[in-house]
């Protein structure tokens, strides 16, 4: 008979759940506290794409499926060849990333991998009880994935989506270059909105093109696929390509306060922990923070959740999601400034968050315009 009850239950098996997952089996190997990890079904596919950047060497090279120390920033009247050291720019799949994880798992019996779904958390004083469709399992604490169905009901927060479409393509000719990787491309844009192209080459004949979109509306699957082919035909002249795989997705980048969903037994994670980051769409490496955080939390006998969140950073995001909120059309002129005006080094440790306020103020100014004095004085800080 399965036993119910664990010192740690974590839900959803995606990125975050098994970053802390790995993370929770090596502090408490040891102690043997038992960890549950629970999900409606065991991911396997390569449904998605992640990427980061990091200095030196990292946890996940052995997996990686691409890297890049160059990177390309288009718009209409600029090409910039950005060299990222002392930054590599690195791509993993998601199906090496979950059978990587999973197997890594194995060599730890305190953890167990649970497949139903959860269909609710209570808590009390002495526990947390996380009830399934078949089960009910107590805990000391929950690490919750799910987007708090609150932030769905409520205007009073900013919303911008990053959806997307991209395809594995491979190309008869050889059509893509292997040098760098295409941050954005705003040559080829949807009228009056904040959306480019990002490119990650394989190989002078295979990558993957996305069709991307950092918006507050949706649009229909026929338009990914029209721009993702027009970007084929008319920026790298080929028609003749067969496609490999595709990938979906829409991200919230919002500044809605997830972190007010924390209690004493239950720490939200991931994208429902607000773990993506708000100004550029970014979670992997962000989760791989957020856990490390978490387990030194857990070190010192704190609420896992302390400090967790930065008041200064949501105070800058919310600028950002303002100006392209009530402006959407001026995303590429904002993506320009940035990335014509400040060091690789400069706009990576703002968007890790390990700025200092000279580099914060000069990213500011470079970002001066009225549609950003006039966000600024309408955010709270």
């Known amino acids: 008979m399965l036993n119910t009850g664990f010192h740690y239950v974590i839900v959803g098996a995606g990125c975050a759940g098994l970053q802390l997952a790995l993370a929770l ?39 990686l499926s691409s890297s890049y120390s160059y990177a390309f920033f288009k718009a209409p ?37 649970i497949e139903e779904e959860v269909v609710g958390i209570q808590e009390n004083r002495k526990k ?54 295409t941050m954005m491309d705003y040559r080829l844009s949807y009228p009056n909105s904040t959306s480019f192209m990002y490119v990650l080459p394989y190989s002078p004949n295979e990558a993957l093109i996305e069709f991307t979109f950092f918006s507050p509306f949706t649009v229909k699957e026929s338009v990914y696929d029209q721009y993702n082919k ?47 980051k708000p100004s550029s769409g970014y979670s992997f490496k962000n989760t791989e923070k957020k ?12 609420f896992p959740s302390y400090g967790l969140y930065s008041k200064k950073y ?21 993506f320009t400034q940035f990335y014509t005006k400040n060091s690789v080094p400069t706009m990576f440790r703002f968007l890790d968050e390990e700025s200092r306020f000279k580099e914060e103020f000069k990213i500011m100014r470079s970002l001066f315009s009225w549609a950003f004095i006039k966000a600024f004085f309408q955010t709270r800080f």
């Open 128 to 181: 947390a009880i996380v009830t399934t469709a078949l089960c009910s399992y107590h805990c000391s604490h929950v690490f919750d994935s799910r987007i708090p169905a609150a932030f769905y009901n409520q205007n009073r927060y900013l919303k911008i989506q990053q959806h997307f479409k991209g395809i594995r393509v491979k190309t008869k000719n050889p059509v893509f270059n292997t040098q760098a990787f």
């Open 230 to 276: 027009d970007y084929l035909k008319n920026y790298l002249n080929t028609t003749d390509f067969e496609i490999l795989e595709t990938e979906t997705g829409n991200i919230p980048m919002s500044n809605y306060p997830f972190h007010k969903h924390h209690t004493s037994r239950i720490t939200k994670i991931g994208t429902g922990g607000g773990w993506v």
């Open 291 to 302: 856990v490390k955080h978490i387990i030194k939390n857990i070190q010192k006998d704190r």
């Open 25 to 63: 089996a090596e502090e408490t190997q040891a102690t043997n506290k038992k960890i549950a990890l629970i999900d409606k079904r065991r991911p396997r596919e390569n449904d998605k794409t992640w990427s980061f950047w990091e200095a030196g060497v990292g946890k996940w090279d052995s997996i």
């Open 77 to 113: 009247n600029t090409k910039l060849k950005l060299k990222l050291t002392p930054y590599t720019y690195k791509s993993l799949n998601a199906a090496d990333f979950y059978n990587y994880s999973f197997e890594k798992l194995k060599a730890y019996p305190h953890v167990i991998f």
């Open 314 to 334: 949501n105070f800058y995001d919310t600028i950002f999601l303002k100006v392209l909120h009530d402006n959407n059309h001026l995303g590429p002129w904002l």
